[in-house]
């Protein structure tokens, strides 16, 4: 059996007053942007939401400029250091999840449509096999 030792992030709610962070389980050894180790217990790591809200900035800035750049401004602005790389990986991590999601959605709509189907074919089916059987018992 194949362990995903991948760690992910849970999706932020958004509410009236900015995003929901939630703390998440440390998998790997190393603590991703926007999150700190527990004090108490080391494999759980807590958000910093300061940090969080100024990488989702950051995606939106990665459409005008160079991760490079981006990665600097995020570095500058946290004063905490994010290479373009670690940036990359990390927006390309989120970008897999949201199209995995968006993919297993359509697949569960899909089915849930298709199971139903199958379930009125199955019912007309066992409705004629006892029709059928109902009138060989009269007979």
Known sequence: MKIDRTWKLPKPEKTEYGYDWQPVVRVGRVVPFG???SEEDKDV????PAELELLEKAKKYIRQYSYRQVANWLSKES???ISHVG???RIKIEQKRKSNASAQSY???RYKEALQKAEK?????IGRIADSTESLQST
């Open 107 to 109: 697949l569960a709509k």
């Open 79 to 81: 004063g905490r250091e």
């Open 121 to 125: 074919l199955s019912k007309e089916r």
């Open 45 to 48: 790591l807590l958000p910093i």
């Open 35 to 37: 999150y700190k180790q």
């Open 87 to 89: 940036l990359m990986k």
